[in-house]
């Protein structure tokens, strides 16, 4: 006889992996757009773009499958929230991918013009916000709330770092007409940083609501 | 004997309600947040920003009523299609009620500023922002694929006004450095509006993939 929660248990499994695959996928982007954005790499920056349609195609993939199993197994509580999770982590992975070709898009802006100073805040941020990202999916997998939590609270230190960067590019803005372009385009570049380590929050805050089934820590 | 086709007709009917109040609610936020920065209201500011958790608890209370109508029902295909596509909305509207709060905290930070010109575009870009998610609404309620294809072309006509925008305040940014702060506001204000409009293209978009179950039109 089959017995289904072992189906359950398969099925989910391969969503799991589904999503981490997904997930590694969307960090590549991000991390690629900071690297073509630092080297004016321009193919790099056209490989990020023309990979987003995968990601897409994954995000529905995944969302398919997630109806389909709630449909055949009937899952409930904990199990429905675990659904539940993934199916709103891949629309915050599908979203890290958008910001990664908007990062993209911009390094083909700059492309063409001297660089306004070296890089250091903006790659910190990128670490920041990405190491974020890998925790909370390895929050998800592992079901470790504190790991959740603690790498939730980093978000504060990527906000940090984005109002460093956000008020340096505007004196660089008010004291050089010349600058502007470029400074505002890097303040693009360090919110969308921002909102990346945002999204990541979205899933460790997930995580926490999948395992605790309380809502109250929930900001999304 | 009780009909199942009828028990999900009716309870798909209280989803698209829900949807529709929570889509009021967000559309309303955006509104008054443009209401807000025009009449330098800070109060009504407030307002939009301590609204925001209505929303984010309406989002989960629809997500959860989306999945246990699914297990209940194990509805195939087009109805399952549906509920992905509710599934889907909410989460737009969620980040529209989220941008709408990202304008409340800049009317916030502008309050105490002298303007720095009179307000055309920006409020010209919230009405066709909002009546392009009314029509994705409208089109999804009504099932009215073509108002959907319609409402997804406008989309063009808000980023053109964006880059108009955004062009205009580079002047500003370039000719007076004591307009830099205020003019990249302003900028971001215009990019928030023109998120409003991808969000309700991204309903309209599945709308049309909910009626004709063609992928190739969705561009999420």
Known sequence: MINPRHIFDDELRNLRAD???MGTLAREAVDKSIKAL???DTSLAEEVIAGDDVIDKMDLDIEMKCMELIARQQPMARDLRTIGTILKTITDLERIAD???DIAKIVKILADQPPLKPYIDIPRMCELSLSMLDDALKSFVTEDI???REMCERDDLVDAL?????RELLTYMMEDPKAVVRA????FVARFLERVADHATNVGERVIYMVTGVLKELNV
């Open 19 to 21: 999503l981490l695959r």
């Open 38 to 40: 630092i080297n004016r």
């Open 99 to 101: 910001h990664a070709v």
């Open 146 to 148: 504190e790991l959740a």
């Open 162 to 166: 984005y109002n460093q960067v956000f």
């Open 184 to 187: 505002l385009y890097l303040i």
